[in-house]
Every structure is written in C-alpha cells, then in structure tokens.
C-alpha cells in the first residue's frame, strides 16, 4: 500500500479527532511541518495538546492554530516570538507545560523507543520539578520525566524514498527527527521523493518504519528573524 498522499489534507484523512495529542517537529520556523499544520487548521480539529519547542509566530507555523484557538494545551520550551502565544497564556485561555529543551527532546525520543520515563538533574530544585517524582543517584537528586507517546507525529523532511526512509536538511533536523518516532501515526511532508535505493542508507535520518504517510510539496520557508548589516560605502 503506497503512502503517497497527493495533498496534506488527503493525508489526515480519518486520522484526526477532537482532543488528541500531536507531536510536532521545528524549531523556531526551520523546519516546520506547515502543509500539515495548515491542514489542521483546515480541518478545525480541537482542543489539541501540542508537544513542540514553541508555537511559531503570529500568522505563521502552529501559531495559525491559535489564531483559530484550536490549541487547548502546548507543551514547549520556548514561548517567545509569538504575542498570541504568550497573551493566550497570560489570560488563562492556554494551558501550558514548560520543558526544558532537551528534556523535550529526550521525552519525544524515549518515547519513540518505548521507554515510559526517565530520571533528569535538568529542573532539579525549581518549578520544573513541582509534582515529580525525586530519587537520589549516588548522592545527586533526579526528577523523573515521562516519555511522550503522541497520537500523531507532524514533521518536515528534505527527502525520503517511498518507503519513508527520509533525510532531513542541516539544522532543520531539529525536532524532526525525535518527533517522528513518538507518534502512533506519523505524517511527513518533504521536498523530494524518490525511489528506494537512492538514497544513500547511511545518510538516512528517519527508518521508513517510523513513517506512515507522505506528502510532496512546496513550501514558504519563512524566515523568522532576518538581520543584515548596512552596506559599507568605499
């Protein structure tokens, strides 16, 4: 069975439903999974628990699902760069659960891997650790977090074969690459398909076996913070 998927929203097709979690790849606007996130929007699934390291911008990336206020709860490092965001949070009408940035990451990935907890010195002593459970390593103090098993997985890729062997671009790996894994259901979209075997197997970042559906497509890029300098004069 193929999993090319023509368009994002051909993709989702009897995948989403209200109050799901989704595991999103990105950082920042690199990488982004946008052709799912607008196909979300699209949707109007709700009441949504998004596990990413931030929200986007404004009118752009999962900041589109706040505009729409499709987004119950984030689960995300950062929280910057995004007004909705932080007026949404302020206000009561998010919910929001900070992580520490590779704790985030290392949740997604423990969970890709079937692993349901692991104990962390990050957040030792502060609110981080509010409600966890502590445990004593050789004299050091550990808090214990929990491995993030999502129903869905959005992430971004440069290229894949057919299969879903895939490759992400430089720092566009970011998220991506533990995001997929802790998804039941994995959605990709990337630049390029291609044929199994062109793809050199060491250079392959996702094993197909983690991807369930594929979508080819075009995509905007943006830019979240551009600084130039003046052009010097002779």
């Known amino acids: 069975m193929s999993k090319i998927y023509d368009t994002a929203s051909a993709a989702f097709e009897g995948v989403l439903f209200d109050g799901m979690s989704i595991a999103a790849g990105g950082f920042g606007l690199c990488g982004i999974p946008e052709l799912s996130i607008q196909a979300i929007r699209d949707a109007g699934t709700k009441d949504l628990t998004v596990y990413s390291n931030n929200a986007g911008v404004d009118d752009f990336g999962l900041g589109l699902l706040l505009q729409t206020k499709q987004i119950k709860k984030m689960c995300s490092s950062y929280v910057g760069e995004n007004d909705l965001f932080m007026q949404q949070y302020l206000s009561g009408e998010l919910e929001l659960e900070f992580n520490p940035q590779g ?114 497509g075009t995509f905007e890029k943006r830019i979240e913070q551009r600084t130039v300098r003046k052009k010097e004069t002779a």
């Open 103 to 216: 704790t985030l990451a290392e949740r997604m990935r423990a969970g890709g891997a079937g692993i349901p907890g692991f104990y962390t010195k990050t957040g030792v002593g502060t609110v981080i650790a509010e409600g966890k459970e502590v445990k004593s390593f050789n004299g050091e103090d550990y808090i214990l977090e929990e491995g993030i098993f999502a129903d869905l997985a959005i992430v971004k890729a440069w290229k894949a074969d057919t299969t879903g062997n895939a490759i992400f671009r430089k720092t566009a790996r970011n998220f991506n690459q533990p995001a997929a894994t802790c998804g039941k259901i994995c959605v990709m979209e990337v630049e390029e398909i291609v044929e199994p075997g062109e793809l050199d197997p060491d250079a392959i970042h996702i094993p197909g076996i983690y991807v369930h559906r594929l979508v080819q």
